[in-house]
């Protein structure tokens, strides 16, 4: 017969490692859901194509070079290696991957290219091993599309004839953020998009 060298204590300790390893991923998970309630939230609340200003705390950024094309083909490239690149660094967001576009790329058609390609995490998300980029408190000029991409070049317009018209100066890149998706819209169309411009 076979009989176990553990002590009472030590199964106990045992067990008492993979609960607290438990406890630990259920509030990821919550946190995680949290962060997709409210996401979701300002998407079904947003409204098309009304300028808004807006004040959002500092923020942080994993941020990726971007250097193809507006063809889908490179984007979903440079998508599939940023979240490459996040996962290897234990980055998971419930934020999806957002756009910057140079203001000075103008003026925009149907199609526009981005500059680099963005994750927001949470402050407390941050590790040693990866290079995040803190945005500092600001203002920003926004504009909703609950039409998806089509409008987008149209809201970069928008915005910066709005930001003229106020005497306002802006920063170098647009924020293009995906808050509604395939996992409640159908279709590219029908998308929920946040295009904003900080005003500094």
């Not at 553990?6 to 995680?32: A, M």
């Not at 990726?64 to 440079?78: L, N, R, V």
């Not at 996040?86 to 980055?91: A, F, P, R, S």
């Not at 526009?112 to 998300?125: A, F, M, R, V, W």
Request: net charge negative; proline share 4%; hydrophobic share 30%.
């Amino acid at each position: 017969m076979k009989y176990s060298n553990s002590t009472p204590l030590s199964l106990l300790s045992e067990q008492q490692k993979l609960v607290d390893e438990k406890i630990s991923e259920l509030l990821w998970l919550r946190k995680f859901i949290n962060g997709r309630i409210s996401i979701t939230k300002e998407g079904l609340s947003a409204e098309d194509g009304r300028i808004i200003t807006e004040t959002r705390p500092e923020e942080y950024y994993i941020i990726t070079e971007y250097s193809g094309g507006s063809e889908d083909a490179d984007i979903y490239s440079a998508i599939s290696e940023h979240i490459s690149y996040c996962h290897q660094n234990d980055i998971y967001s419930p934020y999806a991957i957002g756009g910057l576009i140079d203001v000075t790329s103008g003026p925009w058609t149907d199609d526009y290219n981005y500059s680099y390609l963005y994750t927001k995490i949470e402050h407390e998300d941050i590790s040693q091993s990866v290079n995040v980029t803190a945005v500092p408190p600001r203002d920003y000029i926004t504009v909703y599309s609950t039409r998806g991409f089509d409008p987008v070049p149209g809201i970069f317009d928008k915005i910066l004839e709005y930001a003229r018209s106020h005497c306002l100066n802006t920063g170098s890149h647009f924020y293009e953020d995906m808050l509604l998706d395939d996992m409640s819209k159908n279709g590219y169309d029908e998308y929920t998009l946040k295009i904003s411009l900080p005003v500094v």
